[in-house]
Structures are given as C-alpha cells and as structure tokens.
Nanobody, 123 residues
C-alpha cells in the first residue's frame, strides 16, 4: 500500500539544474517525514536533505547547502528536490525515503524507500 516513486533524474552538465520528484502512494503524505539520500558507486549512502511533515523544517548536507532545495506538496503527495549548480560530485543514484519520526541522517532509520533515480553530472 505504501510506495514512493522518484523521477526527474538525468544527464546534466556542470552548473545545470534538475528537479527530482518523489510521489507517494499513501492515504496522506502529511504523516511522513521525507528525506533524500544518494549513493554513488563505491561510496556510502549519504543523506542529502530532509523535510518535516509540515514542511516548515528542512536540513541539508553541507555539500549541497545553497544549491539544493527540498519542498513538499502534501495535497499532491509529492516531495521535490530542486538541484541547482550541479557538480560532477553530485553524480549518484538519488532515493527518497520516509519515516514516521523526525528527520535523521541515518538512512537505516527510514522504513520506506523509492526505487531511485540516476543523476549524472558530466561535461
């Protein structure tokens, strides 16, 4: 019954932008804290951003602060990650994940996951 599906990834040049979407197949999205994580080949999965249930609280990894913006539209059951000024280091598979608690950086504490969408930043 609970499902999260990411989309919006693709190939972009350094300095470009992408907007990722995470659509939830749930009764109501407002019960879920939602985070974005990414994993590059050979690297650990890392937290990118997270947004509270109300959308009033957000946090970001230092590596993306000032460049990425997380937002949510509970009516549309969708969470977004706007990625600007993309760098090659941002290349990774991006996942949205949800939990009933508050934002945490430890990915193992998120119960629900999407399938991932690939972001490649290259010239």
């Amino acid at each position: 019954q609970t499902q999260f599906v990411e989309s919006g990834g693709g190939l972009v040049q350094p300095g470009g932008s992408l907007r990722l979407s995470c659509v939830a197949s749930v009764a109501t999205l407002d019960g879920y804290t939602v985070g974005w994580f990414r994993q590059a080949p050979g690297k650990e999965r890392e937290g990118v951003s997270c947004i509270s249930r109300s959308g009033t609280s957000t946090n970001y990894a230092d590596s993306v602060k000032g460049r990425f913006t997380i937002s949510r539209d509970n009516a549309k059951k969708t969470v977004y990650l706007q990625m600007n000024s993309l760098k090659p280091e941002d290349t990774a598979s991006y996942y949205c994940a949800a939990r009933f608690g508050t934002c945490v950086g430890n990915w193992t504490l998120y119960a629900y996951w999407g399938q991932g969408t690939q972001v490649t930043v290259s010239s």
